[in-house]
């Protein structure tokens, strides 16, 4: 029988539940266990696909075209498994499948109510995850015990153990324990409130992890053991880490996966470390440094482009460099442009978003990229800034933009696909999920791959106007991926440059930490050969002293 384990989290908010539940489910994984996992979100949106990225964040978007939160990018890159839609639910859309089985009569006229229907469908959401080929399925539940619009999950979570079978569930409880600097102590106290909430709704964690910037002491485990009733053991301190790959391993040394295999009665399971040590090797491996600047829409919180950066983190691994990463607010590029302030750059990327604003700029951040020979990534919306450069800058299409931006555009390079424009309700005009590419022969992309067919996710609705792909390809744009029945354009690059690139596809969602995705890696191993070649360069030109001593080398 497929087992549980819940994963809660009090105090504050991003203590760590999502890293803490990636982290187990690649423990398990490790012992040979098959994992998947679930984000259960208390918002009343439906989804993430409409909220404001400076609010929620990327929408991680799956390969059946879920949009949903970002955990489960995490979750992905841990256990490194495709997971789907199902693998997200929102209070938003619990509530619109109660509701809609209400209407269609499906409860016989019985009075809809929280308990038992939307609990019951709570419960649905977490069993459909269980099937044949799972061993083991991890539930992360969003938001803090003492949040009231948490309330139908933990009820729901507290009847599942009877439901499924007390050997079959195991509740992980994740909270803070703060450190006050005045009196030089670590706290237990919110732990001991946070547990005290969650056992008044009738769970009694079998685990708990605390949060800390400093290690727990063992007086303070104990204490925390008494008062909370769990065992000593039980009690898993995750002190602040050098990188979020070490997590793992340091839960394993703290025991965390052995006691969550003896409650669900799994202790047969023996775990072989050895792949995730190879990883943080990796990890601690990069240090060379590699400079790129990240232009975006949504620069003031990092979360958004939340795969992007682990993505050039993960290619970064594989070269043995370490990515320092520029955060580039897109409308800022033409005045740093003009200042001569993005020359230090070793190569840049131009991610996604929605939107009129800071498009020029990533326009031209795209040129500065094409003439200065700096390689480029374009993720996206970067695809269709490139795009729209390249026709104004080198075939003189004056005024060439989006249709997204200019309707009235004299030069609609990229645009809605042709069956789209009559349709009024945009949301019906998205691509979302996977979606298959054929390579061309010969190209970056093709060598990048290695693969003639790539599938990648996709999330957007406009398109690369295939009505001027003649006039493009004449200048030397190579179209370098399309879809099977070539009438979408899914890769661009140049062949007479380093590396000028771009994909209409979100390839970040699709990178692991030791399978760095083929764009990411090769945009990195341009980027640092174009480092080296300015380093020589410097060398040669720089005078030596009399001495034989280079000046840049000089105290």
Known sequence: MTKHIFVTGGV??????????????????????RVTLQKLDPYINVDPGTMNPYEHGEVFVTDDGGETDLDLGHYERFIDENLSRNSNATTGSIYQAVLAAER???YLGKTVQVIPHITDEIKRRITRLATDDVDVVITEVGGTVGDIEILP????IRQYRKDAGRGNVCYVHVTLVPYIGPSGEQKTKPTQHS?????SRGIQPDLIVCR??????????????NLCDVDERAVVNAADARNIYELPLIFHDEGLDQVVCEVLQLDEHEVDLGPWEEVVHLVEAATQPVRIGLIGKYVQLADAYLSVVESLKHAGFHH???VEIE??????VEGLLAADRLGHLDGIVLPGGFGARGVEGKIAAARYAREEELPCLGLCLGLQAMTVEF???VLGFSGANSTEFDPTTRFPVIDLMLDQRDITDKGGTMRLGAYYAVLTPGTKVAAAYDEPVVSERHRHRYEFNSNYRARFEEAGFVCSGTSPDKRLVEFIELADHPFWVATQAHPEFKSRPDRPHPLFRELIGAALERRRERTAELHATTPADPAGVSRSHAS
């Open 320 to 322: 043995g460099a370490a």
């Open 327 to 332: 955060w580039i607010q897109s409308e800022d």
């Open 104 to 106: 269609r009569g499906d």
């Open 212 to 225: 800390s910037e400093e290690p727990l002491s063992d007086d303070l485990r104990n204490k925390i053991s």
């Open 12 to 33: 504050a908010s991003s203590l760590g539940k999502g890293l803490t539940a990636s982290s187990l489910g690649r423990l398990l994984k490790l012992r040979g266990l």
């Open 391 to 393: 026709a104004r800058n």
């Open 153 to 156: 999950f933990l009820e729901a």
């Open 195 to 199: 547990v005290t909430e969650l056992r």
